[in-house]
């Protein structure tokens, strides 16, 4: 399974201390692996939804140009397997992605987060570096520093590039390329069953690595937001929450989770692994947190209202900060003891209708459903083309480009 150095014969999967090293999986290092994109996700299974929601896409990009996922995590390996089509690597060790990468011809990197690990990965000297991130919110973790490491970074649209250009110094604002959500060109089979009652998501994420990316609203409104919800006349609820919110070690997270699903009994669902684009077609109204889902059902379920959380208590702030919060309902500590009231009025009474459909299109412009992918596709095609033409310009070796030695 693993391999030796063929000069040596010495197992290069130990550390220094002895311990050892998991073994590549997928390639042999060395041996030249097919494929013009890389599709490069370095972070063990927790993680791995960032990935997830991009592989259908990615799917469709391969017809095109030939992906390769490229894992560094063998549990993370394994699930990507078993989850899609696509041809899957495994490269534990900084060695093993060096020699993946330097016998083979790959034209290009995707990066689906900001992760740490992406640094070792950016060390490839002979593919472009392409920042696609693995959602589109107002989150302040939305826009990185690290950024200023790739080629170019594709976003949405222009929500995202007022978002880099209010939060970088020194970000040379030409790579941001607009490609629209593809994964919201995707529709995935309804989860929910048809129903006359009127159904109410709550939506919420998780709450992040540090405080100032924390946005859940869980612990502090969680179980009362469904309690509301129960109380609407008539109305079914759904809870769909993040998937690190189910997995959360986080003592106050746990326990208002499983408060929540106490609470759903009788004809309304916890939908804890469904995916999320698959629940929207059978809801007339979201709750959910500063996160990419709100945007998402903006753009697939324009027409349905909404409500945003506000944990921090700060109006003002969050309508400054988190435009789709202008066209939406705030539940914080003003509303939340009026919410069944506020809930009912609005699923007859969808005030906010308008202010939506402007703000759908300053996060994702004038796209329509299945034309951010055609989009994405073609900006991957220009940055390949850059790519081949910045090389012979450049004059430099072809064999650097070829996967064969010189």
């Not at 594709?154 to 994964?183: M, W």
């Not at 009474?349 to 989009?375: I, K, M, Q, W």
Request: hydrophobic fraction near 40%; charge should be neutral.
């Amino acid at each position: 399974m693993g391999f030796s150095d063929r000069r040596t014969g010495s197992d290069q999967h130990r550390y220094l201390d002895g311990r050892r090293v998991p073994r590549p999986a997928g390639f042999l290092p060395g041996e030249p692996v097919d494929g013009d994109v890389v599709a490069y996700f370095g972070d063990d299974p927790r993680k791995l939804y960032q990935l997830r929601q991009w592989l259908p896409v990615l799917e469709q990009l391969d017809t095109h140009h030939r992906v390769l996922v490229v894992t560094r995590d063998p549990h993370s390996y394994a699930e990507a397997c078993s989850t899609t089509s696509l041809s899957v690597v495994c490269a534990p060790t900084m060695p093993d992605l060096m020699a993946l990468y330097e016998a083979s011809a790959f034209r290009l990197a995707l990066y689906v987060n900001n992760s740490m690990y992406n640094f070792v990965s950016l060390m490839s000297r002979t593919m472009l570096h392409v920042h696609i991130n693995h959602g589109e919110s107002d989150k302040v973790c939305m826009v990185s520093n690290q950024v200023k490491a790739y080629d170019r970074v594709f976003v949405a649209g222009q929500a995202a590039i007022d978002r880099h250009r209010a939060a970088l110094v020194g970000f040379d604002h030409g790579k941001l390329v607009q490609v629209g959500r593809p994964q919201l060109d995707l529709r995935p089979a309804p989860v929910l069953p048809a129903s006359d009652a009127p159904t109410i998501l709550y939506a919420p994420t998780w709450e992040g690595e540090n405080a100032s990316n924390d946005y859940t609203s869980v612990v502090k409104y969680g179980p009362r937001i469904v309690a509301a919800a129960l109380a609407v006349p008539g109305a079914r609820v759904v809870y769909k929450p993040h998937p690190r919110v189910v997995t959360s070690t986080t003592p106050a997270v746990r326990t208002a989770h499983a408060e929540i699903l106490r609470l759903l009994r009788g004809g309304h669902a916890a939908l804890t692994e469904a995916d999320i684009l698959a629940v929207f077609p059978g809801c007339d109204l979201m709750i959910t947190d500063v996160s990419s889902v709100g945007l998402d059902f903006l753009y697939v379920r324009g027409d349905k209202p909404m409500f945003v959380t506000d944990i921090r208590g700060d109006r003002e702030r969050l309508r400054a900060e988190v435009p789709v919060s202008r066209c939406a309902d705030i539940v914080d500590d003003a509303s939340i003891g009026a919410l069944t009231r506020i809930l009912t009025d609005r699923l007859t009474n969808d005030v906010h209708r308008a202010a939506r459909t402007a703000l759908r299109g300053f996060y994702f412009g004038d796209l329509e459903p299945g034309e951010s992918t055609a989009r994405f596709i073609g900006a991957v095609t220009e940055v390949i083309e850059l790519r081949d033409r910045l090389a012979g310009d450049a004059g430099l070796d072809p064999a650097l480009f070829s996967g064969r030695p010189a």
